[in-house]
């Protein structure tokens, strides 16, 4: 089994490599390859797209590289791979983003991407730091994975889902903030789940070992 961990010159991609390397050799689930080559992406049998900064020049610096997301959108949308958006890359998921300007996303599932606004305005974003997760919804990745455990987080924009299934789970920050979105053969973590220590590294496990 091959896990492609898509490299598109949108963030520090060591971490997450070293997470999803160390679960695959624990659960046996095969390579984990970093790469940018759409032949690569469009032989993967599950695709991880991270994503750090603003949602435009994410989805800018994918865009720019020729062919590799119409070969993540082959696999995931005509040939059911399973696939897990990080952060931006989970926000790209949704509809439109707000960050500075109108940005369409992939529109896999339907929501927007808007701005943290706590109730409490003592509360600073970005949203930074450890939260409690509360699941909404069940979902095989989320297996072993309770409401308190907990995530790390660094963001300032999360997705309004369209549809209260595809939200799977939200934190609590002076109001609710989605977590981690799902639907069919994708899933999306706003928070670091190679950062996430315990909980995190059992969604990576999860993953790699998720046959929908």
Known sequence: MLTALV??????????????????????????????DPDVVAKADRIVLPGDGAFPACKAHLFDHTGL???????????????????????????????????????????DVVHIDPA??????????????????PHPVLDGI??????YFV????????????????????GDITAIIGRDTMIGCQFHPEKSQAAGLRI??????WKP
């Open 7 to 36: 490299d598109y010159d949108s963030g520090n991609l060591h971490s997450a490599q070293k997470a999803f390397e160390r679960m695959a050799r624990e659960a046996g689930a095969g390579e984990v390859i970093v790469t940018s």
């Open 69 to 111: 997301f119409e070969a993540i959108e082959q696999q995931v949308t005509h040939n059911a791979r399973p696939f897990m958006g990080i952060c931006i890359g989970m926000q790209m998921m949704a509809t439109t983003g707000h960050e500075y300007t109108d940005t369409s996303g992939f529109d896999w599932i339907g929501g």
């Open 120 to 137: 409490d305005k003592t509360l600073k974003v970005p949203h930074m730091g450890w939260n409690d997760l509360i699941i909404d919804n």
């Open 146 to 151: 309770q409401t308190g455990d907990h995530a």
């Open 155 to 174: 963001h300032s924009y999360h997705v309004r889902v369209a549809n209260p299934a595809h939200r799977l789970a939200h934190v609590d920050y002076a």
């Open 204 to 209: 990576i496990a999860n993953f790699l070992a």
